[in-house]
Each structure stands twice: as structure tokens, then as C-alpha cells.
């Protein structure tokens, strides 16, 4: 992102960390969507999206995290923000923010696909 102000390196390693330790805490809902995946309760496409909705989940505390806490912290520093690295700007529901990807992106499709048909099974066993 440009106009950051030599802040994109610190700021994209945060946005980042957070981003992940908030998909790491819904660690629960992931497991339980492999698990219904491999007993075969859903298919490879509602697979995908709701692992991209768990996902979304976690871009939306991000965006909780950047209004209350990241923000405030970054201007009371005098450094500008990058609010694009911590999801402002994503549509609002989840229906609109999957619609940006195309079926063709890795990300949801191709990654979740990937997991589906290589390491499903893996995962379902080590993890019951």
C-alpha cells in the first residue's frame, strides 16, 4: 500500500498477526467443519465457503481491533494509519466480500480445494 508512510512494514507484520491470531481462536469451528467435511455431511464447494466465512469471521475482529485499539494507538504515536491492511474497507457481509473472489483465486477456491482432496482426511484424524 502506498502513502504509508514508511509504516507498511510494521504496520502489515501487525495486521497480519492479528489477523491470524484471530483466525487461530476460531480453531474450534474450523475443526468441526473437517469434521463434517470427512464424514461427509457437506461437499467440497459449501467446504470451501464456510471455511472462507470462518475466515471472514476473523477479518471482521480485525477490523474491530484496528477501530478500537490499533487506531487510536497509531494517531496517539503521530503516525499515520493503513487502514487498507487491516480489512477497511471490506464489504460488510460476507455474501458480498466472496463475491470479489473469483473462482479461479487461490484464495478461497483453489487453497480449500487444495485441502479438501490432500490433507482432509489427515487433519480429521489427527484431530478427533
Not at 15 to 32: D, G, P, S, T
Amino acid at each position: 500500500m502506498k502513502n504509508c508512510f514508511g509504516n507498511l512494514a510494521f504496520e502489515k507484520l501487525w495486521a497480519r498477526a492479528v489477523f491470524e491470531l484471530n483466525n487461530i481462536a476460531n480453531y474450534l469451528q474450523f475443526q468441526r467443519l473437517i469434521q463434517s467435511a470427512y464424514k461427509k455431511k457437506i461437499n467440497k464447494k459449501n467446504f470451501i465457503v464456510k471455511m472462507a466465512k470462518i475466515e471472514f469471521m476473523a477479518v471482521k475482529k480485525t477490523q474491530k481491533f484496528y477501530k478500537d485499539i490499533w487506531r487510536p494507538w497509531i494517531v496517539s504515536k503521530n503516525f499515520r494509519a493503513c487502514p487498507g491492511e487491516w480489512y477497511i474497507g471490506t464489504p460488510l457481509k460476507f455474501s458480498d466480500w466472496i463475491e470479489q473472489f473469483d473462482k479461479n483465486a487461490d484464495f478461497p477456491w483453489k487453497i480449500y480445494a487444495h485441502f479438501y482432496e490432500n490433507h482432509l482426511e489427515k487433519w480429521a484424524l489427527a484431530n478427533k
